[in-house]
């Protein structure tokens, strides 16, 4: 059996810096390939895992002057040359905070960021590679409820789904449509580092 992962990075970020500052655990980064393959080892019928798939967001021209985005960026760039593993970008675009505020990219209080085109992406890719029998399990590494309509495709159309999570995301929705739900404790992830 084949299986491939699709981690949603934005949404795998954020609740990983929530659930470690809920446990007073310092933040660290974890390897995307790593973490796959870890993953991966932990399917019952132990699948080979095929490829990894990033879905990440370039940041507008305007945030790419930011050398924390640019940094982020450079490195996100770094990891389309990694074999096995692709990256497939959305953008990260900004917005007034308010209509009577000129935006100030050095002044985060003047915009809000809003990121666009992964949900979209990651639900093509991981239904375009299902009807061409790419998989036969997909790993999903979110707790983004938007991704439900997906997996019930899949679900429906004999694919195997695993649903992975990080404790502070609630995944009840998924219940009726995952075939196995693995858990990201800080323990695991600590198994996923560089």
């Known amino acids: 059996m084949k299986s491939m992962a699709f981690i949603d990075y934005q949404n795998f970020e954020i609740s990983k810096a929530e659930y470690l500052k809920s446990i007073r655990e310092e933040r660290f980064n974890v390897n995307f390939s790593v973490l796959a393959k870890n993953l991966n080892d932990r399917i019952d019928i132990k699948p080979t895992l095929m490829k990894t798939y990033l879905f990440a967001y370039k940041p507008c021209d ?54 666009k085109g992964t949900d979209i992406n990651l639900a093509v890719q991981m239904l375009s590679k299902a009807y061409q029998n790419a998989y036969d399990v997909a790993i999903l590494v979110s707790g983004d409820t938007d991704y439900i309509p997906v997996i019930r495709e899949l679900h429906h159309i004999g694919k195997i789904v695993v649903l992975a999570s990080l404790p502070n995301q609630n995944i009840v929705k998924y219940e009726e449509y995952r075939d196995a739900h693995l858990r990201m404790d800080v323990n695991f992830l600590k198994t996923c580092t560089k």
């Open 62 to 115: 305007d945030l790419l002057k930011l050398p924390a985005q640019k940094n982020y960026y450079n490195w996100v760039s770094s990891l389309k040359n990694k074999a096995y593993f692709e990256v497939i970008e959305g953008t990260q675009e900004i917005r007034p905070a308010s209509k009577d505020v000129d935006i100030d990219i050095n002044d985060i209080s003047t915009y809000k960021t809003k990121e």
